[in-house]
């Protein structure tokens, strides 16, 4: 009898016992000035020093108890039988919007030419045109598959809400193919398929929604962001899922954030820290318009109560305990817009009160510490370049349960 893996996550705070990471790879130095926007990088990560930072991180992990799987190991190890390993070949290649019939068979006969995990690596790293024998222009687009340079943040392809993932519908073209990932992982990898895993959302769905708008305030509440990455529409679908699965959530709030790239996903503008504490981008504290949907069993549907106030009193009234907002950079304007640009408010907490941290944050991290959170700050100055911070950067699959 094979050994199943459990998803097993109902909070933010919960020590933390198994995350899923991606150790920044070729992608990265596929990187160049001129397709930057094209694929969501503002800088370009210097390779080397990234992957010593996040070593550096997994090991902080692992120290404090946490067992670090890697996705792509996890994916290598999904696709062991032939007609899987083809099956999602021709998926990750039908994305690419390949329209030549010769050079997908080209392809094709490229990539099962490589042992499982140098395939994926590749898949993830991209592929030029000369690599598989077609001509490069110097004024047109080198790539016959892009890179995914956003891989690290494991964050948004999928999250993990219960014991169920939403394998997310991506917003941009960019990171759609990044969730055939974790549709793999969880259908098809021996530790994970037939283990009862719930499923509250799915790639193919007409709405966006990404991971860093997926927060677990507790075992009853759920935050999801409407935010330039996420629609309302969504959370919505997500919320009667999950109501009807008698998970134990009864209440998800939609906030209603600005759509920009400095507020791209929830977490980068506030993250739970301990039971009653949150760090947050002080642009984020005035009135804020939230949906609170809760399940009508009468009529079987969602209820939804259209509520404003302040991110404390919101908070407070469904959590039912008095909160403390901890700003970013103390509030002050210039430090919080230079540490917020860092992710100074996107903690990862690994048990309640303890927290991992970019220590370029200096300013918050010495104001956590004032109140009374434990700061483990680690070094990020490659890392940071790609825009997302701890919590980005990992996927929570087992959370210890947390009740105060």
Not at 83 to 97: G, H, M, P, R
Not at 111 to 125: H, R
Not at 155 to 183: L, Y
Not at 352 to 375: F, H, Q
Request: hydrophobic letters at 35%.
């Amino acid at each position: 009898m094979e050994n199943k893996r459990k998803i097993h996550v109902y909070s933010e705070i919960g020590k933390l016992k198994t995350v899923m990471l991606h150790r920044p790879g070729r992608e990265i130095e596929n990187l160049v000035p001129d397709y930057l926007e094209r694929l969501l990088f503002d800088d370009i990560p210097y390779l080397k020093v990234a992957k010593d930072e996040h070593d550096n991180f997994a090991n902080v992990l692992r120290m404090n108890g946490v067992e670090v799987l890697y996705l792509e190991k996890l994916v290598s190890e999904a696709l062991h039988e032939c007609d899987v390993k083809e099956k999602f070949l021709k998926e990750v290649i039908y994305e690419c919007d390949i329209k030549d019939e010769d050079t997908i068979k080209v392809l094709i006969e490229y990539f099962k030419s490589m042992p499982t995990k140098a395939m994926v690596d590749k898949i993830m790293a991209g592929v030029r045109k000369k690599e598989i024998g077609l001509k490069e222009n110097s004024n047109e687009y080198p790539f016959i598959m892009d890179p995914m340079p956003n891989l690290y943040f494991t964050r948004d392809p999928f999250a993990t809400i219960g014991s169920g993932v939403s394998v997310n519908s991506m917003r941009t073209k960019t990171r759609k193919r990044e969730t055939i990932f974790g549709k793999y992982i969880f259908n098809y990898h021996p530790e994970y398929k037939d283990s009862g895993i719930k499923y509250w959302y799915d790639r193919t769905e007409k709405y966006s929604v990404e991971g860093g708008d997926e927060l677990i305030l507790s075992d009853e509440v759920i935050a999801i962001g409407a935010s330039e990455r996420t629609d309302k529409q969504a959370a919505m679908k997500i919320a009667k899922k999950i109501f009807e699965s008698n998970e134990g959530f009864n209440t998800l709030l939609i906030f209603d954030i600005p759509k920009s790239r400095a507020f791209m996903h929830l977490d980068t503008v506030f993250t739970m820290i301990d039971y009653d504490k949150f760090t947050v981008h002080p642009g984020i504290e005035g009135g804020l318009k939230v949906t609170a949907l809760t399940y009508d069993e009468k009529n079987n549907d969602v209820k939804a109560v259209e509520e404003e106030g302040t991110l404390e009193k919101i908070l407070s009234s469904h959590l039912k305990r008095d909160i403390t907002l901890i700003r970013c950079g103390g509030g002050d304007q210039i430090i919080a817009g230079r540490e917020q640009w860092n992710d100074g408010s996107n903690t990862l907490a690994i048990a309640p009160g303890k927290v991992i941290t970019y220590e370029r944050n200096y300013v918050t991290n010495e104001l956590l510490d004032k109140y009374n959170i434990e700061v483990i700050a680690i070094p990020s100055s490659e890392l940071s370049r790609g825009r997302g911070g701890p919590r980005c950067m990992s996927m929570p699959f087992y959370r210890e349960d947390c009740h105060k």
